[in-house]
């Protein structure tokens, strides 16, 4: 299927990037200025901003309640952008409407992105959010039953290492994983998927741009070889939690994403892979209002209330 004209239309409408070195600071601004004012966003019971203590430190989390009860499930959701974009602002959207669908509590992470904070630091944050969220069911009415982590491009990076992380220590609470078009190998060979030839240039994220967004992250120590780093070079993934691996068509990160999800079947681990046709890098956080692409939260619904 060819990208879906909406998001074509939107892709050629865009500005050039500036030339020259990216800049972090003015791209985070840019990000964050098209952020609707907080009357514009999806309605929910309650929204608080609150700072967590983990034994990797403080750390920002804005927890969404999606209507008032006795006991709610809990999904931990960390933001995309490359590890050194997006904020709890820009995905604050994606949070909501999680938390809509699902009608579980959201946890969203404000982990500390590169390159002021050097690798582990960021995936760090995003664990001890996990495990203060388990040890602190009662604070947050936690059913005891539902504890899913979501995540999005680096954040569904993120996702797959913190259940790697839990695996490893015996944390044994994670129920369910859910993966937006994630980015699981940072060894940046273009010829290591078809995806990254036959995506690679007029889809939003494109294959040479791959190295220069992933430099920040991998310059501050993260080595591409790590399985904390490219989670599909862990060898064993058996024993980790059911698995929805999400991607999209027109993504240079397609194959990798699609790898993972069988990798984990064979592995013996409950992995859903669902292809969204039409669909580009990003379209959840961009382009979510498609009809045709809307069903993603619903699908992660679905999906999490598998047991």
């Known amino acids: 299927m060819t990208l879906h004209p909406q998001v074509a239309a939107a892709l050629a409408s865009m500005p050039a990037p500036p030339p020259g070195p ?3 600071v003015a791209m985070r601004a840019a990000e964050e200025a098209q952020v609707p004012p907080v009357a514009e966003r999806l309605p929910l019971h309650a929204v608080e901003d609150r700072t967590v203590t983990t034994p990797a430190g403080d750390v920002p989390v804005r927890v969404y309640t999606p209507a008032e009860s006795d006991a709610y499930g809990l999904l931990v959701y960390f933001h995309g952008g490359a590890f050194f974009l997006g904020s709890l602002e820009t995905h604050d959207h994606i949070a909501r409407s999680l938390a809509t669908a699902t009608g579980l509590r959201v946890v969203s992470v404000g982990y500390r992105r590169a390159p002021e904070a050097a690798f582990p ?6 664990y001890g959010v996990v495990r ?7 604070e947050l ?9 979501a995540g999005d491009s680096s954040g569904g990076t993120f996702v797959a290492a913190v259940a790697a992380m839990a695996a490893d220590d015996g944390f044994d609470r994670i129920t369910h994983q859910v993966l937006f078009y994630p980015s699981l190998d940072l060894d940046l060979d273009v010829d290591r998927y078809a995806s990254l030839r036959e995506n690679a240039e007029g889809y939003g994220l494109e294959t040479a741009g791959l190295k220069p967004f992933n430099a920040f992250y991998l310059d501050s120590g993260a080595d591409p070889a790590d399985p ?9 993934l058996a024993d980790l ?7 999209a068509e027109h993504d240079p990160l397609r194959d990798e994403g699609e790898l993972y999800g069988r990798r984990l079947q064979e ?12 669909a580009n890098h990003g379209f959840v956080v961009n382009f979510s209002w498609i009809p045709e692409f809307s069903r993603v939260f619903q699908e992660t619904a679905d999906f999490l209330k598998r047991s």
């Open 267 to 278: 592995a013996g681990v409950d992995a859903t892979v669902s292809r969204y046709a039409g």
């Open 241 to 247: 939690p059911p698995a929805l691996v999400v991607t």
């Open 22 to 24: 990216l800049d972090p």
């Open 121 to 126: 630091a960021g995936l760090q944050d995003c």
């Open 141 to 149: 009415a936690w059913d005891g039953r539902t504890l899913a982590v």
């Open 228 to 236: 904390l780093v490219s989670p599909i070079k862990r060898a064993d």
């Open 132 to 138: 203060w969220a388990a040890e602190h069911g009662e």
